[in-house]
Each structure stands twice: as C-alpha cells, then as structure tokens.
C-alpha cells in the first residue's frame, strides 16, 4: 500500500530494489492506492492470491537478501502469524535494532512488537484492517489475531528496515486523535 509523497518514487525504488534481491523468489507483488490507511492495506489483503502476506508499507523494505526466506521459515512451525525483528532508518542512518515482544496492553498503544510492515500472516478471509483506524491500526488487528489464534511468532533475524523520518502517521496524528484511538480501543475490549 501507498500513498503519494515528495519521495515516493524513491520509496517504491528503494523497496523494489529490496524485494528483487531476495533469494527467497516464489511470490508476487501487490501495490495498491486506495484510500485511506486501513482501506488501502485491506485491498492490498484482498488482491493477494498467495498463501502468506507480507505487509511493507512504500517506504519501508528488506533488510538483507535472505529477509523474505527467514520470514517464510518462521511458518514452519505451524505459526499463523508473526513479527519479525526490524533496523531503523531516520533517513541518516540506518540502525537501532528491534526485537519484538508481546505486552498485554497493547490495545493501550504500548505496542513492543513493531508497525505494519514487521508483520506477516497466512490469508483468512474476513482478517482486515479496521476502518477508519490510523495510528492503532495495527495493533487492533495484533489484539484481535492474538485473541482468534495466540501469541504471534517472534522471528529474531532482522528482517525488515523501517522508516522513522518524515510523514509517517505516528508524526502527523495529534495527540487528540492518537487520545481517541485509544479511548476507543479501550473500550473495544472492555479493559
């Protein structure tokens, strides 16, 4: 999924790049432009016909050739879902490595396992991104997978490279509108 951005061309170069070097090659590409966040990943999700699906958002990608192996690996054992370590990229440098954990709050926002793009799962139908959520997006969908199948798997190979600069939603949301999704979150799952 992906949205227009001053640097947008660069982003999709960057990630495709990324993509076209793993060693891990049975997969296809989905890119879609439609709407508003949790939309647009939700098409993304609804065009895939693979058995799997990797989340990148545009300016995020690959963090080595063998990313896309690692993370198809970590379904082995039986996992329906999982997050993968990620580096960090504030458009300087690339660094500050994340291993992800689980916290039993995380429908709070205290979310220890990482954004959207850490995140792989098998398609089920009826699995979506709850509209119009934007910054807790991911973490409703954590919440609710933990609740339909567990704890995901926590893949420790750094996998992923995130994108921390520039017009992210964590940067351009207010606190009034990340206070809201919260409240709402909240009383979601009744905490």
């Known amino acids: 999924p992906y949205h227009d951005t001053p640097k947008t061309a660069f982003h999709i170069s960057r990630l495709l790049k990324s993509i076209s ?5 049975d997969y296809e590409i989905v890119l879609t432009k439609e709407g508003a966040f949790a939309r647009n990943h ?13 989340m990148l958002g545009i300016d995020d990608y690959f963090a080595s050739p ?13 996992a329906v879902w999982q997050i993968t370590a990620c580096k ?16 039993d709050d995380i429908y709070t926002g205290n979310n220890r396992l990482g954004g959207v793009s850490t995140l792989s799962f098998r398609r ?14 991911d973490v409703d969908l954590y919440y609710r997978l933990y609740l339909k199948y567990g704890y995901p798997h926590l893949n420790n190979h750094i996998g992923l490279v995130i994108n921390t600069a520039g017009d992210r939603v964590s940067n351009i ?8 999704e919260i409240q709402y979150l909240t009383r979601k799952y009744g905490k």
């Open 66 to 78: 063998d990313s896309l192996e690692n993370i198809v690996r970590g379904f082995d054992n039986g």
């Open 124 to 137: 089920e139908k009826g699995l979506m991104f709850e509209e119009p959520l934007s910054w807790l997006v």
């Open 88 to 103: 960090h990229d504030n458009g300087e440098e690339v660094g500050w490595e994340h291993q992800p954990y689980w916290t």
């Open 173 to 180: 949301l207010s606190s009034i509108d990340k206070q809201n």
């Open 21 to 25: 070097e793993q060693t891990f090659t």
């Open 42 to 54: 939700n098409a993304s999700i609804i065009k895939a016909k693979g058995e799997m699906v990797q």
